[in-house]
C-alpha cells in the first residue's frame, strides 16, 4: 500500500514563526503535492512538484515556498508564520503523466498559529 | 485544471437506505475520480471512471459519468454509519502534473 507520511499531526505555532511541514511517500511517485483545507472553501493546492528540486506554484502559493531535495520527501515552509494560516495541511502523491493518477493523501497537518 | 462541483453540499440518509451525490464539471475530460474523506483526515480514492466508460462499479458504489452532460453521479447503495463522509469528485483534463482540483464536496451523514 502507497503511504504517505506527514511528520506532524497538530502544531500550534506563534506569528512570525518559520515553520517546516514535512511529508513523506514510499512509493517512489514522481509527484508530489501541497493542499490546504478550509471549512466552506474546500481543497486548494498550494505547490506541486514533478521531480527532485522541481516546483510549480499552484493557486495559493503566497506565504509558502516549499523543498524537494529527494524524491520521497516534500517540505512545506512558512516563512513568517500568520493566523491566517491557520488551516489543515495536506501531503499528497501520484505517480507520473499528469494526475490522471490516482492520487494518495497523507492524514494531514493541523496548523495553529497564535 | 479544472474544479467539480459537488451536489448537493450535504445529504442525511437513514443507515440502509442509497445515496446519490452528483458533480458537474466544465470542459472535456480525460477521466473523473471520486475520493472520500472521514472527518479530520486525508483524502482516500473510490473509484476512476475514464471518458470513455458510462459506469464502473466498485462493491456498494457505483459510477455513471454522461459526458454529453458533463456530470457524473456516485451511487452508494445499502449505505452503512461508516459512510459517513464528504465526498470530493476530480475531473482531469490532461496537460501535466499540474495537481488535481478539488471541490467542495457533498457531506454525507447516515442516520442510524
Known amino acids: 500500500d502507497v503511504k504517505v507520511t506527514q511528520s506532524s499531526r497538530y502544531l500550534v505555532k506563534r506569528t512570525g514563526e518559520k515553520v517546516f511541514l514535512e511529508c513523506v511517500q514510499d512509493m517512489d511517485h514522481e509527484n508530489m503535492f501541497w493542499y490546504r483545507q478550509d471549512p466552506g472553501l474546500g481543497l486548494r493546492l498550494i505547490y506541486f512538484?514533478?521531480?527532485?528540486?522541481?516546483?510549480e506554484k499552484g493557486d495559493i502559493p503566497e506565504g509558502y515556498s516549499v523543498s524537494r531535495e529527494k524524491k520521497e520527501r516534500f517540505s512545506l515552509i512558512l516563512e513568517s508564520a500568520s493566523t491566517n494560516q491557520t488551516s489543515m495541511y495536506l501531503c499528497?502523491?501520484?505517480?507520473?503523466?499528469?494526475?490522471?493518477?490516482?492520487?494518495?493523501f497523507g492524514e494531514g497537518s493541523w496548523l495553529t498559529v497564535v | 485544471s479544472q474544479q467539480g462541483e459537488e451536489d448537493p453540499q450535504a445529504l442525511s440518509i437513514q443507515e440502509g437506505e442509497n445515496a446519490t451525490m452528483n458533480c458537474s464539471y466544465k470542459t472535456s475530460i480525460n477521466n473523473l475520480q471520486w475520493y472520500r474523506q472521514n472527518s479530520g483526515r486525508g483524502l482516500v480514492h473510490l473509484i476512476l471512471?475514464?471518458?470513455?466508460?458510462r459506469e464502473k462499479h466498485s462493491g456498494r458504489l457505483r459510477v455513471t459519468l454522461d459526458t454529453s452532460k458533463k456530470s457524473s453521479s456516485l451511487l452508494i447503495t445499502a449505505s452503512r454509519a461508516a459512510d459517513t463522509a464528504s465526498y470530493f469528485c476530480a475531473p482531469y483534463s490532461g496537460g501535466g502534473a499540474d495537481g488535481l482540483t478539488f471541490g467542495k464536496g457533498t457531506h454525507l451523514i447516515i442516520q442510524p
Open positions: 471512471i475514464r471518458s470513455n466508460e
Open positions: 512538484s514533478y521531480d527532485v528540486k522541481m516546483k
Open positions: 499528497a502523491s501520484s505517480l507520473p503523466g499528469g494526475t490522471g493518477n490516482t492520487i494518495y
